[in-house]
């Protein structure tokens, strides 16, 4: 079984940059593909990125592309969320997220392990 742990969320002025991490323990996820989502209340959970176990592939959702950055230390068994230039609309609790095996995704389905979310709010 593995557990999650998010960090890092908080209150940012618009164009401010935060920092998120994910802290995987129980078991090593050095060989299972990671991801970040996010959800606001009333809407779906929606993916943000994703990273393979090697971090040599990184896809983004297009509305963070170019100003966040996952990344992740297999030796520190945690994943992270650069976050730069943060806008009003990116507020929303984010989730860490871990499948059983190696294959990146964007669909929630696949991700069987969840943190508990950090919130993360941007003031304009």
């Known amino acids: 079984q593995v557990q999650l742990v998010e960090s890092g969320g908080g209150l940012v002025q618009a164009g401010g940059s935060l920092r998120l991490s994910c802290a995987a323990s129980?078991?090593?996820?050095?060989?299972?593909?990671m991801a970040w989502f996010r959800q606001v209340p009333g809407k779906e959970r929606e993916f943000v990125a994703s990273i393979s176990q090697s971090g040599g592939r990184t896809p983004y959702a297009d509305s963070v592309r170019g100003r966040f950055t996952i990344s992740r230390d297999n030796a520190k068994n945690t994943v992270y969320l650069q976050m730069n230039s943060l806008k009003p609309e990116d507020t929303a609790v984010y989730y860490c997220?871990?499948?059983?095996?190696?294959?990146?995704?964007?669909?929630?389905?696949?991700?069987?392990?969840w943190g508990q979310g950090t919130q993360v709010t941007v003031s304009s």
């Open positions: 997220a871990a499948r059983r095996d190696y294959s990146i995704s964007s669909s929630t389905s696949d991700y069987a392990y």
């Open positions: 129980g078991r090593t996820v050095s060989r299972n593909a």
